[in-house]
């Protein structure tokens, strides 16, 4: 029992597993020594590993993405290291640097290494995990360079933070701010009993030590020292010759194999008992992971600001912990109380900051635009009195307005120019990046696209502008010029639906007023004239013919409100198109470019070049241009003429461009491919990089990137760079389908309630005539009557109008005479143009039920019939009643 160190544990583990005998440690806490797999090791401590995980949700509580351990560079504290590493990564936290000082390290070796740290990484998260002798050292240096200020976190391990009683004034001075992660103890009447006798018993024992305060290894070695103990207690002793007789070999090779240390082991590890450090429980000869207290150095003292559990995480108490009883695990720094950081700064450090010495301000590269190539953006000028560069414009603004944006004060910068001594850019944007990542620059700020080749080598932030690559082409009018110009409005199936409509609902009208409306009548080809007439003649809302049936209105109103959207649509689109000018794109596909091999330009410098060998376009079709002036030149010119047809370049520069020229000119059209806008640039994992990116989201979400815009480009009116052209703009049936659907449905209702109504009329054809009439006989009676007037509607025919038939009996025709009125069977119209009066008599008949006069219809055309009725009653009729009909025939 009792080998302090790994070394000495990791030796006389070897022996008892030889020699069966159990091995019990109460203070060797590498977790290394759990890779022996030995089952006679006990080890009565939190291991360093046990840790980890407390250390780890702290640092994700308070939100740093990046860890630098500091340990001592020996095997008893270095075996911690791996495992801290793995646990970080496991949850993203990088370890940029493991820096390793050694045990008997001078003053001197410190400060270089720890000035090392300060000016070449830009990680201010420590985790320091070495002995309580090296640390003071440490930290004394630490706050004598000043790496104990603002924006620095230093976390120490259990190896430390369970020791901190036995240090200085000095020490605890040069600490503050440090927060640290040791094994619980609950403060129990029996450990506190405990101290005080202890306490008696060191100071008789040891009268000239002042340091009298009992650590937790000495309360673990009291809780091994108990449980071995009960162990043996439990097991018994029984003296045996355990050596071997052979003592010839070496010492430690004539030990032999104890007859009791297997039951002894198994005492062991079932061993349960309340200690002072808490229930004593061992499990795989290692005891179990308890609570840690986590703490922070306030002045000459500390204070507890939480817990952690291996269950439950952060909890700011315990009791409230499990009185919650949550099974969430907290990674939350609300559950912590208030931290004081180093620096006496009570707002939580961001843990990082750009590396500098003696004030040295951060190089910021920008690209040097030639000539006036989109200065808008970006335009650079040298002070020649302090030779200082001044770079100004949108890019320059937007950054600005980042900076300040920043929860945290940005360290000092300096704009410099990337340019050869001649003034002129010294490469391309691609050479700028690769000078930022050998390191001539600390970022790159300006017009830089996003794009993947330059992210293998550079951070970008998120862009701050429109992305993608799109072409500008000239627009030339497609404005119809010919004598066939007035089709063009409507497509050729909305002009023949339109047609048949027209027939359509002339045939319709003609059916339902045929019979009632004189305008109607006539021979055939005056009632099919008339048809078509008043149908097309809706068109200019011309027709004369009056309309008398319910359901000819109902049908009319209808379609002349078809008539009206459709005419109002062709006049529109017929002025649009003789009047407006109808712009169109002159190119609109990519492969038209390459097929006739036109000319295409881009920005010089720029990476479009390789967008357009990637296409498949020719060298000897590439044309750079310097400027926007030099762009529209060239596109004045033409492919014919040395120019070029069409040109790629960035939305934003595309959108610059169309400012300068009129909309009426060039227009943005697809394809667009995708790149990732304009973004400033960092080192490769520059911490930098996220707090820019959300300082950029909350610029460009708010009203400062609307000022900045408004300040350095006009309001742009032009089509939108995914707008497509189409050069077929006339009107077709996929517009008003919906309308002639709804006239063509109400005329049909029409034509089937007339045709039900006409067929329920004259019922007795097919019920009561002639049983032996085919059906075809019927349909001719049917057609008869449909062809003759119907003089029962109401105010159809003036009374002068009025024509009669003579009375044919029923036996003068197969199915009877033609009837004009219910009930009464009347012969077909009479051509001859004769006069003739017709005297009618009737009585009452039973049958009819009244005694109403039951006569014929005479349907001649242009007839006139009077009906003459005596009324004097002095004048006896002829079988109680007579009538004199004159009927006159002009026709």
């Known amino acids: 029992m009792g080998p302090t160190t790994t070394m000495e544990a990791d030796f006389v583990i070897q022996l008892g597993d030889k020699a069966h005998v159990p091995i019990v440690a109460f203070s060797a806490i590498s977790?290394?020594?759990?890779?022996?797999?030995?089952?006679?090791?006990?080890?009565?401590?939190?291991?360093?590993?046990?840790?980890?995980?407390?250390?780890?949700?702290?640092?994700?509580?308070?939100?740093?993405?990046?860890?630098?351990?500091?340990?001592?560079?020996?095997?008893?504290?270095?075996?911690?290291?791996?495992?801290?590493?793995?646990?970080?990564?496991?949850?993203?936290?990088?370890?940029?640097?493991?820096?390793?000082?050694?045990?008997?390290?001078?003053?001197?070796?410190?400060?270089?290494?720890?000035?090392k740290i300060m000016t070449t990484i830009p990680t201010r998260v420590f985790v320091v995990h070495m002995s309580p002798t090296l640390g003071s050292k440490l930290f004394t240096i630490a706050k004598k360079i000043g790496m104990m200020g603002q924006s620095y976190v230093w976390i120490v391990t259990d190896s430390m933070a369970n020791l901190f009683n036995p240090l200085d004034l000095d020490v605890w001075e040069s600490m503050e701010g440090v927060v640290g992660v040791r094994t619980y103890i609950p403060r129990t009447k029996k450990l506190d009993d405990f101290r005080v006798r202890w306490k008696r018993k060191f100071m008789t024992d040891n009268p000239t030590l002042v340091d009298t305060n009992l650590n937790i290894f000495g309360i673990w070695a009291y809780d091994a020292t108990i449980a071995l103990a009960m162990a043996v207690e439990k097991v018994?002793?029984?003296?045996?010759?355990?050596?071997?007789?052979?003592?010839?070999?070496?010492?430690?090779?004539?030990?032999?194999?104890?007859?009791?240390?297997?039951?002894?082991?198994?005492?062991?590890?079932?061993?349960?008992?309340?200690?002072?450090?808490g229930d004593f429980n061992v499990s795989d000869g290692k005891l179990q992971a308890s609570t840690y207290e986590i703490i922070n150095v306030i002045g000459n003292g500390e204070k507890?600001?939480?817990?952690?559990?291996?269950?439950?995480?952060?909890?700011?108490?315990?009791?409230?912990?499990?009185?919650?009883?949550?099974?969430?695990?907290?990674?939350?720094?609300?559950?912590?109380?208030?931290?004081?950081?180093?620096?006496?700064?009570?707002?939580?450090?961001?843990?990082?900051?750009?590396?500098?010495?003696?004030?040295?301000?951060?190089?910021?590269?920008?690209?040097?635009?030639?000539?006036?190539?989109?200065?808008?953006?970006?335009?650079?000028?040298?002070?020649?009195?302090?030779?200082?560069?001044n770079a100004t414009g949108f890019s320059i603004d937007v950054f600005k307005a980042v900076v300040e944006a920043l929860p945290y004060g940005f360290p000092q910068y300096e704009f410099v120019a990337f340019e050869k001594p001649n003034g002129e850019m010294a490469g391309t944007y691609d050479d700028l990046i690769f000078e930022l990542y050998h390191g001539k620059y600390d970022a790159v700020v300006g017009d830089i696209t996003i794009i993947a080749d330059r992210s293998n080598y550079v951070d970008f932030t998120m862009p701050y502008t429109e992305s993608?690559?799109?072409?500008?082409?000239?627009?030339?009018?497609?404005?119809?010029?010919?004598?066939?110009?007035f089709l063009t409005p409507l497509t050729r199936q909305l002009w023949a639906t339109t047609a048949c409509s027209f027939v359509?609902?002339?045939?319709?009208?003609?059916?339902?007023?045929?019979?009632?409306?004189?305008?109607?009548?006539?021979?055939?080809?005056?009632?099919?004239?008339?048809?078509?007439?008043?149908?097309?003649?809706?068109?200019?809302?011309?027709?004369?013919?009056?309309?008398?049936?319910?359901?000819?209105?109902?049908?009319?109103?209808?379609?002349?409100?078809?008539?009206?959207?459709?005419?109002?649509?062709?006049?529109?689109?017929?002025?649009?198109?003789?009047?407006?000018?109808?712009?169109?794109?002159?190119?609109?596909d990519v492969n038209q470019l390459r097929k006739n091999k036109m000319n295409v330009g881009y920005l010089k410098g720029s990476?479009?070049?390789?967008?357009?060998?990637?296409?498949?376009?020719?060298?000897?079709?590439?044309?750079?241009?310097?400027?926007?002036?030099?762009?529209?030149e060239l596109f004045m010119k033409g492919s014919a003429k040395g120019g070029i047809d069409a040109a790629f370049d960035e939305v934003p520069y595309v959108k610059r461009f169309l400012e300068i020229y009129s909309c009426s000119k060039y227009v943005m059209v697809e394809p667009t491919f995708k790149t990732g806008g304009f973004g400033y640039a960092f080192p490769k994992g520059s911490p930098l990089v996220a707090d820019i990116s959300r300082a950029i989201l909350s610029v460009t979400q708010g009203d400062k990137m609307k000022t900045i815009e408004n300040a350095w480009f006009k309001e742009s009116s032009c089509q939108d760079s995914n707008t497509k052209f189409s050069s077929d703009n006339n009107l077709g049936l996929e517009s008003f389908w919906g309308l002639f659907l709804i006239a063509w449905i109400a005329s049909l209702s029409a034509l089937l309630i007339f045709f039900v109504t006409f067929l329920y009329q004259h019922k007795h054809i097919w019920l009561n005539s002639d049983p032996n009439a085919s059906i075809w006989q019927r349909i001719r009676v049917l057609v008869r009557i449909f062809d003759q007037r119907d003089l029962n509607c109401h105010n159809t025919f003036k009374k002068s109008e009025i024509k009669t038939e003579r009375i044919v009996s029923p036996r003068d025709d197969d199915l009877g005479s033609v009837e004009a009125f219910p009930g009464t069977h009347c012969p077909p119209s009479p051509s001859s143009q004769t006069e003739s009066s017709v005297s009618v008599y009737g009585d009452f008949s039973a049958d009819h039920g009244s005694a109403n006069l039951h006569s014929c219809a005479a349907y001649g055309e242009n007839t006139e019939m009077e009906v003459v009725q005596n009324t004097n009653p002095e004048v006896e009729p002829v079988n109680n009643m007579t009538e004199s009909v004159s009927v006159t025939s002009s026709s």
């Open 31 to 115: 977790p290394s020594l759990a890779s022996l797999q030995s089952s006679y090791f006990f080890q009565i401590s939190q291991t360093d590993s046990a840790q980890l995980k407390a250390i780890t949700t702290i640092i994700q509580a308070f939100g740093w993405k990046q860890v630098v351990p500091i340990y001592v560079d020996n095997s008893f504290r270095e075996g911690l290291i791996p495992y801290l590493t793995n646990v970080l990564q496991q949850q993203n936290i990088q370890v940029p640097y493991l820096s390793a000082i050694s045990l008997s390290a001078t003053d001197d070796a410190i400060t270089q290494e720890l000035y």
């Open 304 to 389: 507890r600001v939480g817990f952690w559990t291996p269950n439950k995480g952060l909890a700011r108490n315990l009791d409230t912990e499990d009185r919650n009883n949550n099974s969430t695990y907290s990674s939350s720094k609300n559950d912590l109380g208030t931290v004081v950081w180093p620096g006496e700064m009570n707002y939580i450090p961001k843990g990082w900051e750009i590396p500098s010495i003696n004030g040295k301000k951060l190089r910021v590269g920008v690209p040097v635009k030639n000539g006036n190539n989109y200065t808008q953006f970006l335009k650079v000028i040298q002070d020649p009195s302090d030779n200082s560069t």
């Open 468 to 485: 993608g690559v799109t072409m500008i082409v000239s627009m030339k009018d497609s404005r119809k010029k010919n004598a066939w110009a």
């Open 236 to 277: 018994g002793y029984n003296e045996s010759n355990n050596t071997s007789s052979n003592y010839y070999l070496p010492e430690l090779e004539r030990l032999g194999i104890a007859e009791n240390g297997e039951k002894l082991r198994e005492a062991l590890s079932n061993t349960r008992f309340s200690g002072l450090s």
């Open 607 to 632: 990476f479009v070049n390789g967008i357009l060998k990637n296409l498949k376009f020719q060298d000897s079709q590439l044309i750079a241009y310097q400027s926007a002036e030099e762009c529209h």
């Open 504 to 588: 359509f609902i002339g045939f319709v009208v003609w059916v339902l007023e045929h019979r009632i409306n004189s305008d109607f009548r006539g021979p055939p080809s005056h009632q099919i004239g008339t048809s078509l007439w008043f149908s097309f003649s809706t068109m200019v809302y011309a027709h004369r013919e009056k309309v008398v049936s319910n359901l000819g209105r109902f049908v009319v109103v209808v379609w002349v409100f078809v008539v009206l959207i459709v005419v109002q649509s062709y006049t529109a689109s017929l002025t649009s198109l003789l009047t407006v000018n109808q712009l169109s794109p002159t190119i609109t």
